[in-house]
């Protein structure tokens, strides 16, 4: 359909994925993360980064990537995601990659 929707959240505390750099500072995720939340809703904003998608092969390919925050829009997106999961107490994002179709 040409884009996805995903939720980013904080990592559980201690947890590391294999083949990850080590966090060398407790809470650094953590705090990352709130911290961007929290400019882009004092912002009332939402991240946009351009991406190249499609890897090696399709170079010639683009993309765009939306970050939200918490928000009445993000929550559209999660309402499924919502019934399944309960409330989300943590920080997260709601992340909208759409590739270009032009």
């Given amino acids: 359909n ?5 939720l980013a959240t904080q990592a559980a505390q201690g947890a ?3 083949g990850t750099f080590p966090v060398t500072e407790p809470g650094l995720q ?4 709130r911290n961007l939340v929290s400019y882009l809703k ?8 351009s991406l190249p998608v499609g890897g090696a092969k399709g170079r010639d390919s683009t993309g765009m990537l939306y970050a939200f925050p918490p928000c009445e829009f993000s929550q559209q997106y999660l309402q499924s995601a919502l019934r399944t999961l309960g409330k989300l107490e943590e920080e997260h994002m709601v992340i909208v990659i759409v590739k270009d179709t032009a």
């Fill in 42 to 49: 004092q912002k009332q904003a939402a991240g946009v980064i």
């Fill in 16 to 18: 590391s994925a294999e």
């Fill in 2 to 6: 040409g884009y996805a929707v995903l």
């Fill in 30 to 33: 953590r705090r990352l993360l």
